[in-house]
């Protein structure tokens, strides 16, 4: 199957900035999309930001015009960079990707990577 790993969560201040980093791992005949998702205490797990094979980007609208994704997809590698930080940004950040196997598309999802911001 496919395995996600994150990696740069942390601790930063109240508008500083961090970039989240997600590498994807085995069998993988084709992405159709890759992405992140956040658990923000006492809320119900949220959308962040996608980006489709061929580019395009979707973001929640708390974060638009703060965080930016990027992609490469010849690495299978999607990145988060997340800019002005907030306290109500704090939360545990899941990449995802989307992926066709031929027998039906199938989510895939990180462990998770901690990010916590502090005034």
């Known amino acids: 199957q496919v395995q996600l790993v994150e990696s740069g969560g942390g601790s930063v201040q109240a508008g500083g900035s961090l970039r989240l980093s997600c590498v994807a791992s085995?069998?993988?005949?084709?992405?159709?999309?890759m992405g992140w998702y956040r658990q923000i205490p006492g809320k119900q797990r949220e959308m962040v930001a996608l980006?489709?094979?061929?580019?395009?980007?979707s973001y929640t609208d708390s974060v638009r015009g703060r965080f930016a994704i990027s992609r490469d997809i010849a690495k299978s590698t999607v990145a988060l960079q997340m800019a002005n930080l907030n306290i109500e940004d704090s939360g545990v950040y899941f990449c995802?990707?989307?992926?066709?196997?031929?027998?039906?598309?199938?989510?895939?999802w990180g462990q998770g990577t901690l990010v916590s911001v502090s005034s």
């Open positions: 085995g069998d993988i005949p084709r992405i159709l999309q």
């Open positions: 980006i489709t094979s061929g580019g395009r980007t």
């Open positions: 995802y990707v989307k992926t066709d196997h031929g027998v039906g598309d199938l989510e895939h």
